[in-house]
T-cell receptor, first 110, second 118 residues
Framework: GIQVEQSPPDLILQEGANSTLRCNFS?????LQWFHQNPWGQLINLFY???GTKQNGRLSATTVATERYSLLYISSSQTTDSGVYFC????????????FGQGTELSVKP | DSGVTQTPKHLITATGQRVTLRCSPR?????VYWYQQSLDQGLQFLIH???????AKGNILERFSAQQFPDLHSELNLSSLELGDSALYFC?????????????????FGPGTRLTVL
């Protein structure tokens, strides 16, 4: 079946450091999304990125669909970046459901 | 704020009971999805409705059912609750454009309903 794998499973950073989170998927990607789940449980949309590169402030994402991976870059991390980062692949021929990875838990220390 | 609303935020109930979770999608979105997030299973797709019709089902238990009303809000009904049903339940909405492999379907999530079954 379709699998989405994220690495690393957890990450501890000092404030100001940069990080790269990786998402590997097992099928051709139609839609790929990155989310941040904050400590209150809310899932916040970060990027919708089936291919190419996008940037939003200190965050950027790149998806290389032909090689079936996506990367999320966080620069100059802040304590508010803490939480769990999920990538999810949309399966268009199964009703558009999202298949989520297991997440990367990020903790940014002051 | 994603524009998707869910009520209630928290729900505490007992085993064997029945509860209803409510979701209002973003204005203009015809699709509503329900997901369950539990500690052992992660985020799992339950069911998708499009403009009032069921489009796809995931690993949704027979004790669970959903519907989407003419005003596009959706309800997820959970009955004969068990301890293992304790989880965070999310609703997401989207507007779908394109078709096949070129489909555009960005999903926006509500704040979730945290269900605790005692």
């Amino acid at each position: 079946g379709i699998q989405v794998e994220q690495s690393p499973p957890d990450l501890i950073l000092q404030e100001g450091a940069n990080s790269t989170l990786r998402c590997n998927f097992s099928d051709s990607v139609n839609n790929l999304q990155w989310f941040h789940q904050n400590p209150w449980g809310q899932l916040i949309n970060l990027f919708y990125i089936p291919s190419g590169t996008k940037q939003n402030g200190r965050l950027s994402a790149t998806t290389v669909a032909t090689e079936r991976y996506s990367l999320l870059y966080i620069s100059s991390s802040q304590t508010t970046d803490s939480g769990v980062y999920f990538c999810a692949e949309m399966i268009y021929n199964q009703g558009g459901k999202l298949i989520f990875g297991q997440g990367t838990e990020l903790s940014v220390k002051p | 704020d994603s524009g998707v609303t869910q009520t209630p935020k928290h729900l505490i109930t007992a085993t064997g009971q029945r509860v209803t979770l409510r979701c209002s999608p973003r204005s203009g979105d015809l699709s509503v999805y329900w997901y369950q997030q539990s500690l052992d299973q992660g985020l799992q797709f339950l069911i998708h409705y499009y403009n009032g019709e069921e489009r796809a089902k995931g690993n949704i238990l027979e004790r669970f059912s959903a519907q989407q009303f003419p005003d596009l809000h959706s309800e997820l009904n959970l009955s004969s609750l068990e301890l293992g049903d304790s989880a965070l339940y999310f609703c997401a909405s989207s507007v779908i454009s394109g078709s096949g492999a070129s489909i555009h379907n960005e999903q926006f999530f509500g704040p979730g309903t945290r269900l605790t079954v005692l």
